[in-house]
Nanobody
């Protein structure tokens, strides 16, 4: 069964940067699927952050647009989320997601596979 493994989370001062990575644990045709990042803060619902389609097209939540960049390296079966200018309100558990359907979009989608999450804490 496919497992997605995130890494790169941690604590950072406001204004700092982090890069999250997500890799697949099993043989998986990464290239053809829409991938995304979601996050969940304590006491809040999980929300979409960004999505990237098989052709590299991307879309972002307004709250992170201009600060976060989603990318993928199909040769390495790795998904990334570069997070710059981090704010305390970005503090959350971040989840990698695979096979977003029916559209490759960061919200209102069904997710085929979830990672276990990596914690990001932004200190004020």
């Amino acid at each position: 069964q496919l497992q997605l493994v995130e890494s790169g989370g941690g604590s950072v001062q406001a204004g700092g940067s982090l890069r999250l990575s997500c890799t697949a644990s099993a043989a998986y045709d990464w290239r053809i699927h829409c991938m995304g990042w979601f996050r969940q803060a304590p006491g809040k619902e999980r929300e979409g952050v960004a999505a990237i389609d098989s052709d590299g097209s991307t879309n972002y939540a307004d709250s992170v647009k201009g600060r976060f960049t989603i990318s993928r390296d199909n040769a390495k079966n790795t998904l990334y989320l570069q997070m710059n200018s981090l704010k305390p309100e970005d503090t959350a558990m971040y989840y990698c997601a695979a096979e977003l359907e029916p559209n490759c979009y960061y919200s209102d989608v069904d997710v085929g596979h979830w990672g276990q999450g990596t914690q990001v804490t932004v200190l004020s």
